[in-house]
């Protein structure tokens, strides 16, 4: 009796991981694939990159 509901809360764990897993790989694809839609900010070539740590010295 007590076998059997430790297995039965062992594969509920189990499932409940595994779908967890796949809704946040969902999540992060929709994000990831709204996000790179998106204009960035600002446009910013390499000739207005400046590097602040050689500024300092």
Excluded: N
């Amino acid at each position: 009796m007590l076998l059997r509901l430790f297995l039965i809360a062992l594969v509920l764990v189990l499932f409940f991981r595994f779908v967890g897993r796949l809704f946040l790989a969902i999540l992060m694809r929709s994000t990831a694939r709204t996000s790179s839609k998106e204009k960035p900010l600002r446009d910013i070539d390499d000739s207005q990159i400046q590097d602040a740590d050689f500024k300092d010295l």
